[in-house]
């Protein structure tokens, strides 16, 4: 019998290590893994979504409509509707949306400054709501960051070659993102301000912004949100709860107390699909803005984990396909909805765990709500669209397409002749 020495073992430990990292690069190396993980991560953001929605909303739904499916349904009509949508995104000819950037935009406004009307709804404090009749709601500001992110990457395309310039970087960008987030900050939500602040932020940095510029930016908009959450005793008290929500336990520091109760109750491995215990009507908006906390209490601290992985995939995936691409406008809007996606799951996230103050934004594709829904897989399929445009991928699809219509070829041909 033969012995490995220590040294032959750490070798061949060495072997291994370096030939699983070889594999995984050639695996990311591929023409179409951007394509097929945008695809992947958002069908299982989207599966485990409906799941919980289902769950976390049985009770609320029970409450209210005398059905603990009700939201459920209606969340499944959300991502039927969607779906197709997110495959015409995927069809979408470039020239073509591009033209479609600024009539997104002027509708977005239209919309935002509708709810100063009295077709405005007041939510939890926020005017950010639509309301036409009936139960049908709309919330502008979820199709806002979609049109602010596409016509900004448009306008900033459209100029690269004066962008050194800094009032061709500025104008007519910056006042326009300024108008849409005045227009919000209006509605009092500071949550979707600074996620719509964020994707400006990655626009203007990905497009080449000096960082004098950029410095002055960031601490002019840091000085206007400061002045908002001060002389709002709402937001300053949803500011101050967050960091000992237990100091007032039954007033401001209920709702993130509870976020916690269930992330601890979860343990490692959670309580199990549909038995958490704060959705039954402890935790406020479980099925939305706190469906994380309800992920962490039946799915425990590895499924919240996993759930913070796809999304960093998915950063990742947008960051690759914005470095591979040519186009501009491409990069640009590339850049702005993974910064868009990513800056609200992260502020969500962080909320419910206790590191943020409340802002009361969803967690895309998971919360329920169809406003938001629309949008986001709207954006994701133009991700796709995006990826298959990187090098290789479109050549990779036709050779795909081609063995598939050879192979069918060949069978009908076979048919053919046994009859």
Known sequence: MTTATPGAQ????????????????RSLDRPLTSYHLIIGVSGLLLALGVAMVLSASSYDSLETYGNSYTMALRQLLWVAAGVPLAFLATRLPLRLLRACTYPMMIVAFVLLALTFTPLGVEVSGNRNWLSFGGPFMLQPSEAAKLALVLWGAD???RKEKLLEQ??????????????VLALVLGQRDLGTSLVLFSLVLVLLFVVGMPLRFFGI?????????????????????????????????????????????????????????????????????????????VIGEELGLVGTLIVLGLFLTLAYVGIRVALRTRDTFTRLATAGI?????????????????????????????????????????????????????PGARAALAERAASRAAARARSTKGRSKEG
């Open 10 to 25: 750490d070798r061949e430990g060495g072997l291994d290590r370096s030939g699983w990292l070889a594999e995984l690069r």
């Open 155 to 157: 306008v900033l395309a």
């Open 166 to 179: 800094w009032k061709h970087l500025v104008v007519p960008f910056v006042p326009g993102s300024a108008l």
């Open 217 to 293: 930016f960031v601490a002019g908009v840091g000085l206007l949100v400061t002045y908002l959450a001060v002389t709002s005793s709402v937001r300053m008290n949803r500011l101050t709860s967050f960091l000992d929500p237990f100091a007032d336990y039954r007033n401001t520091g209920w709702q993130a107390a509870h976020s916690l109760f269930g992330l601890g109750t979860g343990g490692w491995w959670g309580v199990g699909i549909g038995n958490s215990r704060e959705k039954w009507g402890w935790l406020p908006e479980a099925h939305t803005d706190f469906i994380y906390a």
């Open 338 to 390: 993974v910064g868009w996606l990513t800056a609200q799951a992260l502020v969500n996230m962080g909320a419910v765990l206790g590191l943020l103050p409340i802002t009361g934004i969803p967690l895309p594709l998971v919360s329920y709500g169809g406003s938001a829904m629309l949008p986001t897989l709207f954006a994701l399929g133009l991700l796709v669209s995006f990826a298959r445009n990187e």
